[in-house]
């Protein structure tokens, strides 16, 4: 059975930083590109960031670039989300996900975390 456990989320003033984390398990972790989203209360999930397999190539939602950073460790069987220069608009529950393809679609994603909470304050 798949499990991917994300943790790292908290609460954070604007302006600073946190790191995300999802474990990944019962899947050829270096199989998968892996992405991450986020849900706001009253709005539909949105992609943040993906990563292929081999972690070279990246793609990022233009509300992020230049701020966040995806990265994985095929290794540990994890894929990260570093997240500086927070913004209030970024708090969300932040999910990570893993696809069979290199995709910025949330359908193309077959597995899913259960989420982890950012707030950010003003």
């Known amino acids: 059975q798949v499990h991917l456990v994300e943790s790292g989320g908290g609460l954070v003033q604007a302006g600073g930083s946190l790191r995300l984390s999802c474990a990944a398990s019962g899947l050829t972790f270096s199989y998968y590109p892996m992405g991450w989203f986020r849900q706001a209360p009253g709005k539909e999930r949105e992609f943040v960031a993906t990563?292929?397999?081999?972690?070279?190539?990246?793609s990022y939602a233009d509300s992020v670039k230049g701020r966040f950073t995806i990265s994985r460790d095929n290794m540990k069987n994890t894929v990260y989300l570093q997240m500086n220069s927070l913004k209030p608009e970024d708090t969300a529950v932040y999910y990570c996900?893993?696809?069979?393809?290199?995709?910025?679609?949330?359908?193309?994603?077959?597995?899913w975390g259960q989420g982890t909470q950012v707030t950010v304050s003003s």
């Open positions: 990563i292929d397999v081999s972690g070279l190539t990246r």
């Open positions: 996900a893993a696809a069979r393809t290199f995709t910025r679609r949330p359908d193309d994603y077959a597995y």
